[in-house]
């Protein structure tokens, strides 16, 4: 691909699949607050039921959701849930399921997603694609560690060695 805009982003496919694994993993939001606006039954998937009164305060937890072996694990894309693996978003393309179909809470997830998802996936991914073009990344270490607090962020700084492209 000769350059990254907004007409030609959706077919840099390799690019798309690595940013929404990226993202999967590496969610901005370690978790989502939320209150129950009324009081509220829940059945669990082992038909346990939960009462959850209105006014209670919940945390959605982004960072294990998004790796639960269920959801994202061998059974479902080919891979394990907790490994770095773009091509798991091929397979679920092969089965018909999007991001949107998934327990993926990159943006929240449901009616209150957040509306600037689509933006900020354009904004990365021409920035992400640019500069990819343009320099090779070698990591420092050899794994990079996550920092959870109100967002999630890399332990080490993102150490990395960069080359010019020729």
């Known amino acids: 691909?000769?350059?990254?805009?907004?007409?030609?982003?959706a077919s840099a496919v390799t690019l798309n699949r690595v940013l929404e694994e990226t993202l999967r993993l590496t969610p901005a939001l370690y978790f989502l607050p939320r209150r129950a606006t009324v009081d509220t039954w829940i059945e669990t998937t082992d038909h346990r039921k939960m009462f959850i009164p209105k006014g209670t305060q919940l945390r959605l937890d982004v960072w294990h959701a998004n790796r639960c072996e269920e959801f994202w694990g061998k059974a479902v894309t080919g891979y394990p849930a907790e490994a770095f693996a773009p091509d798991r978003w091929e397979v679920l393309a092969k089965k018909g399921i999007t991001?949107?179909?998934?327990l993926?809470?990159?943006?929240?997830?449901?009616?209150?997603?957040?509306?600037?998802r689509f933006l900020g996936l354009l904004e990365v991914g021409l920035v992400v694609g640019a500069v990819v073009k343009m320099?090779?990344?070698?990591?420092?270490?050899k794994e990079t560690q996550a920092k959870a607090g109100v967002s999630t962020k890399p332990a080490d700084g993102v150490l990395v060695d960069l080359e010019l492209r020729p």
């Open 99 to 102: 991001a949107k179909d998934m």
């Open 1 to 9: 691909m000769n350059s990254y805009d907004p007409d030609n982003l």
């Open 135 to 141: 320099f090779k990344f070698t990591a420092v270490g």
């Open 104 to 116: 993926h809470f990159g943006f929240g997830h449901g009616p209150r997603f957040c509306p600037g």
